[in-house]
Antibody, heavy 121, light 107 residues
Framework: QLQLQESGPGLVKPSETLSLTCTVS??????????WGWIRQPPGKGLEWIGS???????YYNPSLKSRVTISVDTSKNQFSLKLSSVTAADTAVYYC?????????????WGQGTLVTVSS | DIQMTQSPSSLSASVGDRVTITCQAS??????LNWYQQKPGKAPKLLIY???NLETGVPSRFSGSGSGTDFTFTISSLQPEDIATYYC?????????FGPGTKVDIK
């Protein structure tokens, strides 16, 4: 059974860079037809796609965040990572990593449990 | 970006009731529309993909229909465990976008 697990600091200071890693177990991150994405949800609000990556390294970002986002993949560790720079309080959210089928926005069957990241000094 | 709207934003229904949620896209998205269920403190769960396909393991009381810009999600007989927020999501064009959600609870 595929499992995804987010890890990283739960508290980030304003203007700094948020860094999260998603470790994939029970399957290979190098599988074709799957994309690996980050989606976030501010407390009490809806879902926002941040971006996705294919195992080859091709990336797809939400234009609203593109200037601040970097997603990378490490196939040797079966992990992919998110970096979001110059964070503000508006970036406080639960961050989910997920596997998307067929497309960078495709059906998302597998999700991590989510990790709350708070931006505060 | 393609904007997704959902109605109603919340509803209260009795156990056994038929519940319908609508989702509208700001432009034609064909059938590139998924439905998710999210319970408090949990990650979303895929219920319906490509507008009308029931995800494996999901009870048959859940269904979806529609294409183009107008879509419908139905729970044929509401159960207590269906209390959750439901989101539609389009992936015809990036960025993929989600509807604002419909919160369903028991009357």
């Amino acid at each position: 059974q595929l499992q995804l697990q987010e890890s990283g600091p739960g508290l980030v200071k304003p203007s700094e860079t948020l860094s999260l890693t998603c470790t994939v177990s029970g399957g290979s991150i190098s599988s074709s037809s799957y994309y690996w994405g980050w989606i976030r949800q501010p407390p009490g609000k809806g879902l926002e796609w941040i971006g996705s990556i294919y195992y080859s390294g091709s990336t797809y970002y939400n234009p609203s965040l593109k200037s601040r986002v970097t997603i990378s993949v490490d196939t040797s560790k079966n992990q992919f990572s998110l970096k979001l720079s110059s964070v503000t309080a508006a970036d406080t959210a639960v961050y989910y990593c997920a596997r998307q089928f067929r497309d960078a926005g495709g059906p998302t069957r597998y999700w991590g449990q989510g990790t709350l990241v708070t931006v505060s000094s | 970006d393609i904007q997704m709207t959902q109605s109603p934003s919340s509803l209260s229904a009795s156990v056994g009731d038929r519940v319908t949620i609508t989702c509208q896209a700001s432009q034609d998205i064909s059938n590139y529309l998924n439905w998710y269920q999210q319970k408090p403190g949990k990650a979303p769960k895929l219920l319906i993909y490509d507008a009308s396909n029931l995800e494996t393991g999901v009870p048959s009381r859940f269904s979806g229909s529609g294409s183009g810009t107008d879509f419908t999600f139905t729970i044929s007989s509401l159960q207590p465990e269906d209390i959750a927020t439901y989101y539609c999501q389009q992936y015809d064009n990036l960025p993929q976008t989600f509807g604002p959600g419909t919160k369903v609870d028991i009357k």
